[in-house]
Nanobody
Framework: QVQLVESGGDLVQPGGSLRLSCIASGFFFSIYDMNWYRQAPGKERELVASIPSAGGSRNYADSVKGRFTVSRDNAKNTVYLQMNSLKPDDTAIYYC??????????WGQGTQVTVSS
């Protein structure tokens, strides 16, 4: 069974930092690109960051460039999202995602990030 489990979401003040983790199981993690999405109340889900299967060049939404860093540890089947200089607009549920064969999306349960003073 494919499973993605996110953790690390919390309440944090503006300017603070958080590191999200996503532990994957049930598929060959090391050959798949991994993605982070987020969804704020009343807004559409948006792609935040992507990382290739072997790491290297990564993609980020313009709104988070320079502040967020995505990384992965294939030995641990884990992808991370380091979030720095957090803003209230970063408040959202953050989801780990993988697109498997046949473009089948698999999602984690989400982890809540709230940025507020």
């Amino acid at each position: 069974q494919v499973q993605l489990v996110e953790s690390g979401g919390d309440l944090v003040q503006p300017g603070g930092s958080l590191r999200l983790s996503c532990i994957a199981s049930g598929f060959f993690f090391s050959i798949y690109d991994m993605n982070w999405y987020r969804q704020a109340p009343g807004k559409e889900r948006e792609l935040v960051a992507s990382i290739p299967s072997a790491g290297g060049s990564r993609n980020y939404a313009d709104s988070v460039k320079g502040r967020f860093t995505v990384s992965r540890d294939n030995a641990k089947n884990t992808v991370y999202l380091q979030m720095n200089s957090l803003k209230p607009d970063d408040t959202a549920i953050y989801y780990c995602n993988v697109k498997l064969l046949g473009s089948t999306d698999k999602w984690g349960q989400g982890t809540q990030v709230t940025v507020s003073s």
